[in-house]
């Protein structure tokens, strides 16, 4: 008998035996054994069964490990010492209108940094400091909500909409539902909305997961939008005018890659909605962490040292030119694998002209959002290939997209693409 049966021993690792040829259960739905001994067929889509080894590559949640080398090779000229005796108040700004708990250091790096990148508009503008932008995500509903409810008795009930056109970041929802507010809730795809009066809107441009461009939809009277510009950096996307809306999230991970230390940021044009989102922090969590402001302080002003042409006369490559050719060099070599391998589509994207590089240039999101051509469950396969990816139906879509995360390791990419290219499309 030359076929092969793929088995799971009792360390859960693969076996092959040389001399069957059936249909067995693997724990995720019926995989069929080819009898020529040449591969398996799963969801109409032919991979070999040859193993690299029994590494699990998580491509599931955005960790930007990517950045790694450059901040290794610039360790001894951007380090921090804090002293035992430091930082020990609740109070880092006393001065009147400041956020008691921000440093004012921190402010005024976020604003230089939007400076000299030009993708937004903080100058003149209430910042506001969190643990990372999923925190002020949920700080925004609430101070915004708040805000309706105290400028009118019409509402005193109503629990306000919160919508997102779809594909939508998969923890938008889940965090709502989770929370099971009395005030918002979620309503899910931005282009079904029908309902008249207060609502806000969520929008991510670029978005995450498919990495495209985008404006509200609902534009409605009584809509509120917070603008979620995580990626909106340019070594992922052209900039090409300062993002100017009410409620705008930054946060540290996606724009330097130091996703532990769990830093964000909200620039906010609304006093009122600003003093509400202050209130929530301080009753919620008193603030956020010092240590992790003077982190972000000293990565920020490193980044925007290596733009200043006042500081820089012979430029090095700087974060920005180094995450623009990683992911470039990443996004060709995906999209050859992808055509070599016949099961998966990739969008396509538009070049534009960027403001910060002074031309014409292609986006390279975050993420891959990858489409699998014959309507089947792409992260059931992509298990079986010890991938682990998000599935569609988490961004409010079908089971035949997956979001790939574009900023793994060297190693943990590499691998990717040598198991997807085991892939053939029969």
């Known amino acids: 008998m030359c076929g092969v049966e793929i088995k799971k021993n009792g360390n859960g690792n693969s076996e092959i035996n040389n001399n069957s040829t059936r249909n067995y259960e693997n724990g995720n739905g019926i995989t069929k054994i080819n009898g020529n001994g040449n591969g398996i067929t799963s969801n109409g889509v032919h991979h070999s069964s040859r193993q690299n080894d029994d590494v699990v590559i998580n491509l599931d949640q955005g960790d930007p490990k990517m950045y790694f080398p450059y901040w290794k090779n610039v360790d001894d000229k951007c380090t921090i010492t804090i002293k035992a005796s430091e930082l020990m108040s609740y109070f880092a700004d006393v001065s009147n ?149 009410d409620v705008m999230l930054f946060t540290l991970s996606k724009a330097t890659g130091h996703a532990g230390s769990r830093v964000g940021w909200a620039i906010v044009k609304n006093k009122e909605v600003a003093m509400n989102m202050i209130k929530v922090m301080t009753l919620e969590t008193i603030g956020t962490c010092h240590e992790g402001q003077l982190r972000a302080t000293k990565l920020l002003d490193f980044v925007a040292d290596g733009y200043d042409d006042q500081l820089v006369d012979d430029k090095p490559d700087g974060l920005f030119e180094f995450g623009h050719r990683v992911l470039a060099e990443r996004w060709e070599k995906l999209r050859a694998a992808v055509e070599s391998c016949g099961a998966f589509s990739l969008p396509d994207f538009p070049s534009d002209f960027c403001n910060f590089w002074g031309k014409h240039c292609q986006p390279n999101p975050a993420y891959a959002w990858m489409e699998l051509k014959s309507g089947g469950e792409a992260a059931k396969l992509m298990s079986e290939l010890k991938i682990r990816t998000r599935c569609g139906t988490r961004f409010g879509v079908s089971a035949k997209y997956i979001r790939v995360n574009m900023m793994e390791s060297d190693v943990s990419f590499n691998l990717f693409l040598e198991r997807l290219s085991t892939i053939k499309l029969e």
């Open 97 to 245: 209108g400041g956020v008691f708990y921000q440093m004012p250091e921190f402010t005024e790096a976020v604003r230089r940094v939007h400076r000299v990148v030009g993708n937004a508009v903080a100058d003149d503008r209430y910042i506001i400091g969190g643990t990372g932008s999923s925190q002020l995500f949920t700080v925004a509903l609430k101070a915004l909500a708040s805000t309706v409810k105290s400028s009118t008795t019409d509402y005193e009930n109503y629990r306000i909409p919160v919508v997102c056109a779809e594909p939508y970041y998969s923890c938008y929802g889940e965090a709502l539902e989770e929370g099971k507010s009395e005030v918002y809730k979620w309503e899910g795809d931005a282009n079904k909305f029908k309902v008249d009066g207060p609502y806000i809107e969520v929008v991510t441009t670029p978005n995450n997961p498919d990495g495209r461009c985008r404006e509200p939809v609902v534009n409605k009277e009584g809509g509120m939008v917070i603008c979620d510009l995580a990626y909106y950096w340019p070594q992922y996307t052209p900039i090409t005018a300062p993002a100017d809306y």
